[in-house]
């Protein structure tokens, strides 16, 4: 499948959504928002021995922030948290023309991952200094 | 970096001290365009935050009667063309002005130029609200909830006004403080809240036209 | 003196020309003679039959005959569906979105077809104002989007005439009334034509116009009145012949014409008689119909109306209230349903002094007169009707400009890639009101190449729209990283480009000839039958004064006379026209001194 005709497919069925209980053992959690819009997206990955086992996101916005919501949750799952610290667009494409996107559009999903990990992270650290 | 006094230009033609820098009512000439047209001096109104609308509107009306391409149908290309910039630019000005929001970003960029501030700064929980908020609506939209709707709507709209009206005491603050960014940084946060609670009526008003 | 730009309501039913004259504004012409065709044509050898002359063809040679060409500009296949089912005359699709109307061997744009009635307008206006044309306002629903308007501009080109504007009917008719009756003030424009349907509201402040809102719907109008009707003629007919298959092109033209008529009739009475003639079945039907059952058959329809206009006060931010007046406009709000309609909805009674079939026309002359520098007193804002942007990566619309921005406007918004290395970006420009493309008009698409190879997100390509004072959109790209800018070739999706354009022109020109052979041929063949009549008449005479061989030569050439009236060329049967008016000459002028004889004879008995 084309990479824009991807887009498109999670946009008109984005994968993922929905949500983790905030508190529960391995969960990390991300809300940012993009004040340019009024958009705010929240991730949230859930983590097992350092891998991230699935994601599951809600974005309120953009239908390209819905979208890239979505691509990134796909994208993260199986990966290790160094790995997905790391995130970024090195998809093959096969069409070098694509229509373009919104600026922070483009970085929110990025923006969510992170805040997430570090959110997962924070709690992690919380527990073994507490226990 | 010194700045242009922003109203205080003369006419190219008669010498007349202009009241907008775009046209002069004297000898009713179009004005050369500079590239930093000041959007209150276009419209011929003192600048600042808190602004006569009636006034605005009376000189938008009399200086677009006057700037219109229409009337240079027959005129020189050159001044086709600059009745047709100038026109562009005095809607721009007018649209940004109209609003309070709108106003408020644009003298901000005015009054901060070369400064630097937390442009993306919310209240502390103030993300958490919209998303619990936005969750809501979801929720009353996909049952359909009228009255819940328009409650909810009526909410939001009072809200937003809130924030314009905090924006006067801050406007007033800037004219007197030495520490802009903490003031510029407060405005910021209104204006960046005010686009969150937008967001959630637009998505009320959609709803209302399909 | 200033120069004439004459205002057009190219109509969906009639088009009609209007000027500014020393005494005001006007139609052109006289009630007797006016400068209004309605917009009907039809295809005859290589030229063809405009307005009036074509009437007879909708029934007669329905394939080669085209009404409401209006509904099909700037419009592709896919959108016209419920349309193209409606009509008698084949629609197809084209190059590119383009759809063509197949008229015999032939086929033709929309924008051609429309071109051909404008030409007509200003071939009839210069003969009536004795001056060249060359400039004109043309008026369009306010719900145009800007293909629609893109291709009537096209349509005008065509014609020969640079269409210094495009204004929307309601505006027009604003226009006429505010100037008119000196208002100030919240002006309803409500706008019911053939086709289509706009509501409007203007502030008229001052010296200026502005509209404050506008909605409308593109598929609603007079027609669907009309539509109404048939299904009602149909069901009668039906229900006294149950087998008989109305879908042929002719009962389908007959029953809307006859729909016309009644909706016509039913303007000034209560109830109406009608007959439907079916001659190619034998059926000569008789039905009554009463104002009220059709009151109460178009309620759906008028209903669709009012949301529209509650939408546009919602728009406005205005109450029913607030409106100071309503003016009517198009042929379909004489209907007394429409009028009692509107008045229950907007709490006042309508506004009527001007004919609404003038109105807009009228309206479209004043701004013609006020672009040639003919007067300075008010001044029309015209807005965006629709929001313009572009598609972002995940189909999703992004607005650029919004609705109701006031023109001439101007807006940049700055983008980015989504993907690493992307070197070249497509934009896909689209006008209108909703989240995805796919629900939105596709207005062309062009590319930005040679970015450099840059990490996702960094390019920053600034996407700016200009619209004019003429709402011509232009849409330019800029990476300003590498200073990159874009090499704009916007390819309307359901427009024609410059050199189809050109194209279309240079054959027109030869059109131009094939449509004055054809006028003349209609002319010629006239002039024959009176010819033949009169020789016919005056036979007896014709044995009396003429010899055997005279006698025989004339006969001989009525022959040949008859046989050319069956050709194409005009020229060929003037030639023989005039052989046969030699050969008649002594029988001519002994004729007619014979018929001056005897009128002197009865003068002085």
């Excluded at chain 3, 004109?136 to 800007?146: C, G, L």
């Excluded at chain 3, 929001?387 to 919004?402: D, H, N, P, Q, Y």
Aim: aromatic fraction near 6%.
């Amino acid at each position: 499948m084309a990479y824009s005709e991807k887009v498109i497919d999670h946009y008109n069925e984005p994968r993922n959504v929905g949500s983790f209980e905030k508190n529960d053992e391995g969960v990390g959690t991300g809300l940012v928002g993009a004040p340019e819009c009024g958009d705010v997206m929240k991730l949230q990955i859930k983590v097992e021995k350092d891998q991230i086992v699935d994601a599951k996101f809600k974005t309120f916005g953009c239908g390209s922030a819905i979208a890239s919501s979505s691509l990134a949750t796909e994208w993260v799952k199986g990966k290790s948290i160094d790995e997905a610290m790391s995130i970024q667009n090195t998809e093959i494409v096969e069409e070098l023309s694509l229509p373009p996107v919104k600026i922070h559009c483009s970085v929110l999903a990025e923006d969510a991952i992170k805040a997430a990990i570090s959110d997962y992270k924070n709690r992690k650290n919380s527990e073994t200094s507490e226990g | 970096m010194s700045e242009e006094p922003s109203h205080s230009r003369c006419c190219e033609r008669c010498g007349t001290e202009l009241v907008s820098c775009l046209f002069c009512f004297d000898c009713s000439s179009l004005q050369p365009l500079s590239p930093s047209t000041n959007y209150f001096y276009a419209l011929g109104i003192p600048d600042g935050f808190e602004l006569d609308l009636t006034l605005l509107e009376e000189q938008f009306r009399q200086i677009a009667g006057e700037l219109h391409p229409d009337f240079y149908m027959n005129s020189s290309s050159a001044e086709k063309k600059l009745s047709g910039r100038a026109s562009t630019l005095l809607n721009q000005a007018y649209d940004n002005l109209k609003d309070s929001f709108k106003r408020a970003t644009y003298l901000m960029r005015l009054k901060g130029k070369g400064l630097e501030w937390n442009e993306r700064v919310l209240p502390p929980g103030f993300l958490e609200e919209m998303f619990s908020l936005q969750e809501e609506l979801d929720a009353m939209l996909e049952k359909q909830d009228q009255p819940g709707l328009k409650r909810f709507q009526d909410l939001l709209d009072k809200r937003r006004r809130g924030l314009e009206s905090g924006l006067i005491p801050l406007f007033r603050m800037l004219e007197s403080v030495k520490e802009l960014e903490v003031v510029l940084e407060q405005l910021q946060m209104k204006l960046n809240a005010e686009r969150y609670l937008q967001s959630l009526l637009d998505r009320i008003q959609v709803e209302e036209t399909t | 003196m200033t120069e004439t730009i004459i205002g057009i309501d190219l109509g969906t039913t009639n088009s009609l020309s209007a000027s500014v004259f020393e005494e005001g504004p006007e139609i052109i012409g006289t009630a007797q003679d006016a400068c209004m065709v309605p917009s009907l044509l039809s295809r005859t050898g290589n030229g063809w039959l405009v307005g009036e002359e074509a009437r007879a063809r909708l029934i007669s040679s329905p394939t080669n005959s085209v009404y409401s060409v209006k509904r099909l500009m700037g419009r592709g296949l896919e959108e016209l569906e419920e349309e193209i089912r409606e009509l008698p005359y084949q629609v197809e699709a084209a190059q590119r979105k383009l759809v063509k109307i197949r008229l015999g061997e032939e086929s033709f744009t929309p924008q051609e077809l429309s071109s051909v009635i404008l030409s007509r307008i200003k071939e009839k206006a210069e003969k009536l104002l004795e001056r060249t044309i060359e400039k004109a306002v043309i008026t369009v629903p306010a719900y145009f989007d800007d293909a629609q308007r893109q291709a009537t501009r096209d349509a005008g080109k065509i014609a020969g005439l640079d269409v210094v504007r495009i204004i929307n009917e309601p505006t027009a008719a604003a226009i006429a009334y505010g100037l008119d009756e000196k208002k100030q003030g919240y002006v309803a424009v409500y706008d019911l034509g053939g086709g289509t349907f706009d509501i409007s509201i203007l502030e008229l402040k001052g010296k200026l116009f502005k509209v404050v809102a506008t909605h409308g719907d593109t598929r609603l109008g007079g027609d669907d009145i009309d539509r109404v009707l048939v299904t009602l003629f149909t069901q009668s007919l039906l229900d006294q012949y149950p087998n008989l298959d109305l879908e042929d092109p002719s009962s389908r033209q007959i029953l809307r014409k006859t729909a016309e008529e009644v909706k016509i009739a039913l303007s000034g009475s209560m109830e109406v008689e009608y007959i439907l003639e079916l001659p190619e079945k034998r059926i000569k039907h008789r039905g009554q119909l009463k104002a009220d059952e059709l009151s109460r058959q178009i309620e759906p329809l008028l209903k669709r109306t009012f949301d529209s206009c509650a939408k546009a006060l919602s728009d406005a931010g205005l109450k029913h209230g607030d409106i100071d007046e309503v003016v009517l406009v198009g042929g379909s709000t004489l209907v007394p349903a429409v009028r009692k309609g509107v008045e229950s909805f907007f709490g006042r009674t309508p506004h009527v002094a001007i004919d609404p079939y003038k109105v807009v026309a009228i309206g479209a002359a004043i701004q013609g007169h006020l672009l040639a520098g003919g007067r300075r007193d008010f001044l029309l804002l015209d807005v965006v009707p629709l929001a313009l942007g572009i598609e972002t990566l995940g189909g999703t619309f992004s607005k650029v400009i919004t609705a109701n921005t006031s023109l001439p406007a101007e807006e940049s918004e700055v983008f980015t890639t989504h993907v690493d290395q992307q070197t070249s970006i497509e934009i896909n420009i689209f006008q209108g009101e909703r989240e995805l493309v796919q629900d939105c008009r596709s207005l062309g698409r062009f590319k930005l190449r040679g970015i450099p190879p840059m990490k996702a997100g960094f390019p920053l390509v600034e996407v700016t729209f200009r619209v004019d004072s003429n709402g011509l959109l232009t849409v330019s790209a800029y990476e300003k990283r590498s200073g990159t800018e874009a090499q704009i070739e916007v390819i309307p999706s359901h427009g024609l480009t410059q050199m189809e354009i050109d194209a279309i022109m240079e054959a027109s020109f030869e059109h131009a000839v094939d449509d004055f052979n054809q006028r003349q041929l209609i002319e010629f063949k006239q002039t024959a039958e009176r010819v033949f009549r009169g020789i016919q008449m005056n036979w007896k005479i014709a044995e009396e004064i003429l010899d055997e061989d005279q006698r025989f030569s004339i006969q001989k050439q009525m022959e040949i006379v008859k046989q050319k009236m069956t050709s194409e060329d005009s020229q060929i049967l003037k030639a023989e026209l005039d052989a046969l008016g030699n050969l008649t000459r002594p029988l001519a002028d002994s004729a007619m001194g014979r018929a001056v004889l005897e009128e002197l004879q009865q003068q002085n008995p």
